[in-house]
């Protein structure tokens, strides 16, 4: 409700200042029970499941507008929605609201999906789209924007955000400006340690890496995962101390300022595996690990089964965590066991002699 009630008082100043505003609901929209009953001023025109066209109020003389809009009436649209669409009114800039899926994106699911060639020869002169969270725009006949959000939440709604200012000129051409908004920028940060060999030097890697993307980064403040990656004798040591390394990680973005690292990521190897020293048992029992434990079918069979238990205890919209498909599923729960590997590994470190890395 807290949500709610902020979008109602940011509606209200923007009729107050003689803003209208035109809304459509989309598939969460169409579940929220609080976003339904919410009681928006009269400056506000909330489209109904079938589709309008308003004009808006303009001066005599000026170019007329008239926008288009159409809410979803449930929370799943599995087909288009454009042939609910009016056609374009003849002597009017058209304007188009619709949430859609468009042609689809990874990680999304499928909504209203519309054809970006049947958009342009609607008729419509611009087309607003939501839904995708990663900003788009197409020019043709019609221009067509998915404007994306104001503001990313996690690391998958990286990169800055912005919004739309679309102006509609006296000769009835459309002009789209990208507007920055976002306040934090998520980013993914790389950080190569290869050949490494010193603990200051990785902290001297990190802080390069951070200090490359603070300058990058056009919101004002940066917020990174350190994905740290490379072939190092301190691979272990890093997975052991990995609480360190955060606390180094945050040292280094604090004197940047407004830069913070939301997580480390670890990729690293140990070259010892690969180079043939046998010597330390450690590597030994790596080898063992990998050879004898994680590449059986066995191991492999018994992987799957723990996953489709924890799978059954999950509710329903975290299922997918654990893979999509039986092939997903047996990809994550591989890495997962490897990585996990070299956790059990880096802690039966924890009791050399701190010099000793190998």
Known sequence: MKTARFLADQLRRLDEAG??????????????KITQELVLPAGVKLYRGRAEAVAIERPR???????????????????SLLPGYRPPLADAVNIGLMHTSLAGAPGHDVYAPSNLADLQAHGFDYWALGHIHLRAAHAGSATVVMAGM??????????????????????????????????AEFRRVAVDVSGLSEWPDVVAAIGQALRAARTDTRSPHLV???????????AWRMRRDADLLKAEAD?????????H???LVLGVDNPALTTGDGADPLVELARLVESEVLGTAGYRATLGEWAGQLRGQL??????????DEEAAARLMEALAADGAE???????????PGDVG
């Open 315 to 324: 509710p329903a919209e975290l299922r997918d965590l654990l893979g999509v």
């Open 343 to 353: 956790d059990v590994l880096a802690r039966l470190q924890a009791d050399a002699p």
């Open 261 to 263: 690292v939301e997580k």
């Open 150 to 183: 104001p503001q990313g939440r996690d690391i998958n709604e990286a990169g800055p955000k912005s919004v739309s200012l679309v102006t509609v000129l006296d000769d009835r051409s459309i002009r789209v400006e990208e507007r920055l908004t976002s306040i």
């Open 61 to 79: 003389g000026e170019v007329p507008i008239t926008i288009h809009g159409l809410s979803f009436a449930k929370p799943h649209a599995p087909e």
């Open 251 to 259: 040292a280094a973005a604090a004197g940047l300022g407004d830069a």
């Open 224 to 234: 990174a995962r350190l994905e740290i990656a490379g072939a190092t004798p301190l």
């Open 19 to 32: 803003i209208q505003t035109f809304i459509i609901r989309g598939n969460h929209d169409a579940l929220s």
